[in-house]
């Protein structure tokens, strides 16, 4: 009677070693379907705007920079640097922006600290804005002109 609950029980437990052996299929599936993307752009009719330079206004700016403003606070970028010369002079001349703005930047030969490290001159005229209107059909028109000759002014085609 042992010999058969052995024969049994080792019948039964090669059974379920033979039965938790499964094979395991892995499949991979792979679907292009076609369908339009969803994008969400705003679009924002141009803004026209007058420019009027301010009579009396001072055509030249010079500002000393520190060594540190220059190489850490402005990464030693001159782009960096032109454009918080044009933040400043603007602030000073209390206007808009500066039209025609050209720039000379260079080391100090007479510093006498870190506070006078480079000097910025900006050569420009101040200018404020006026007559705020929306486009026109006639401002497209010469909007379309100017970008087609590659004038410079402020407008960007959308891509």
């Known amino acids: 009677m042992k010999k058969f609950f052995l024969m049994a029980f080792l019948a039964v437990g090669s059974l379920s070693v033979f039965a938790q052996k499964t094979t395991t299929t892995t499949t991979f599936?792979?679907?292009q379907a076609r369908m339009p993307q969803v994008s969400v752009e705003p679009?924002?009719?141009?803004?026209?705007?007058?420019?009027?330079?301010?009579?009396?206004a001072t055509t030249f700016w010079e500002k000393k920079l520190?060594?540190?403003k220059v190489e850490v606070e402005l990464d030693g970028k001159l782009e960096n640097i032109y454009?918080?010369?044009?933040?400043l002079y603007t602030?000073?001349?209390?206007?808009?922006?500066?039209?025609?703005a050209t720039y000379n930047f260079y080391s100090?030969?007479?510093?006498?600290?870190?506070?006078?490290?480079?000097?910025?001159?900006?050569k420009g005229f101040p200018a404020k804005f006026t007559a705020w209107h929306s486009a026109t059909t006639a401002d497209y028109e010469w909007m379309k002109i100017c970008n087609e000759k590659n004038q410079n002014f402020i407008y960007t085609k959308a891509k």
């Open 29 to 31: 599936q792979y679907t």
């Open 43 to 56: 679009l924002v009719k141009p803004l026209i705007v007058e420019v009027e330079v301010i009579n009396g």
């Open 66 to 68: 520190s060594k540190h």
């Open 83 to 87: 454009n918080y010369g044009i933040f």
């Open 91 to 100: 602030q000073d001349a209390k206007s808009d922006m500066i039209v025609a």
């Open 108 to 122: 100090n030969p007479n510093r006498t600290s870190d506070d006078d490290w480079y000097i910025l001159e900006i």
